[in-house]
């Protein structure tokens, strides 16, 4: 069967990560093959993740490069190991228009709510969940989408809905969006996202 070579681009602790090498293991990605992970931040705990995965690991440290070096150095990072689906799971540094056009409908992102609520630029981690909370919601979510210029304004792959609670804090609250519907969706946005790029292929040839 074709696979397309993926990378996960990181820059924790790698939670999303590991739901990703989870259900590859668990042969819920049929049609992708986690390759490389990439950290911009060198003390990233996904980086052991992924060794202990067996998966290559590189670390480009975005606070030391202008962002032309630091996307230059990702590409070649990329094209080194042959990828051809890029994950941001967890990944903090915005990537800009000229990058992203090469990786048209290529680049996916996880994000901890229901996109176009409490998204774009400054939220992520438990400020989305605080933003929530303070909002008064009673659901929230998570989406995958495509990443384009716009952060979080891609087209949506994947939505799911999570009951927000009396009691919640941000931090209760961003386990269970993670839990119920981040570990889910991202392995299923891969998969659907893989597969469709083997089925243009198979058409071409």
Known sequence: MLKRRIAVLVS???????????RQQAGDIPHG?????IADNPQAYALQRGEKAGLA????????????????????TLEKYDIEVIVLAGFLCILSANFLRKWQERVINI???LIPSFCGKGFYGLRVHQAALDYGVKVTGATVHFVNEIPD???????????VLPDDTPETLQ?????EAEWQLLPQAVEMVCAKLCEEQADRE
Do not use: C, W, Y
């Open 12 to 22: 924790g602790g790698g939670t999303n990560l590991q739901a990703l090498i989870d």
């Open 33 to 37: 093959q986690l390759t490389v992970v």
């Open 57 to 76: 690991v590189a670390a480009i440290p975005r606070r030391q490069m202008s962002q032309e070096q630091f996307e230059g150095e990702l590409q070649a």
């Open 111 to 113: 994000h901890p709510s």
């Open 153 to 163: 304004g891609g087209k949506i792959i994947l939505q799911k809905a999570v009951a």
């Open 175 to 179: 386990r269970r969006v993670m839990e």
